[in-house]
């Protein structure tokens, strides 16, 4: 048993240094890569000068977008909490859009008016 595994293990020694200096396989795997990156590359091309395309097209309409709409995003979004509580928006037949509250979530109790101790009212 002793003489199989010393075999084993000089036939290892001397095979792994032979094809470490065999430099064909490992171009040829390397090559075998670029080749299939550069077909990868070229089926892509279209979809990529599409997109690119597009935005080009839509860049400065949404910084427009951006520019005008997002203070009163920015303001919205400070104002709602948790926006698991709503449903997605829905756009009304005049163009009103309206966020509504799930029917599982109540409204908040709104916030009492502070009394006076003297019972006046300030206008």
């Known amino acids: 048993m002793k ?3 010393l075999i084993c293990a000089f036939s290892l020694l001397t095979v792994l240094p032979a094809h470490a200096q065999d430099g064909e ?5 390397e090559r075998g890569a670029e080749l299939f990156l550069e077909g990868l590359r070229k089926e892509m ?5 599409d997109l690119m395309s597009m935005a080009e097209q839509f860049g400065p309409v949404m910084q427009s977008f951006l520019q ?3 203070p009163a995003l ?9 926006w698991s509580k709503y449903e997605a928006p829905e ?8 966020i509504r509250r799930k029917p599982d979530h109540p409204a908040p ?8 101790p003297q019972g006046e009212i300030d206008i």
């Open 74 to 82: 920015a303001d919205m979004a400070e104002q709602v909490q948790d």
């Open 3 to 5: 003489q199989i595994s």
């Open 25 to 29: 396989g490992q171009s040829l795997m």
């Open 68 to 70: 005008e709409m997002g």
């Open 45 to 49: 091309e279209p979809a990529i000068d």
């Open 109 to 116: 109790e709104p916030d009492a008016a502070p009394e006076d």
């Open 91 to 98: 756009i009304l037949p005049n163009g009103d859009i309206i």
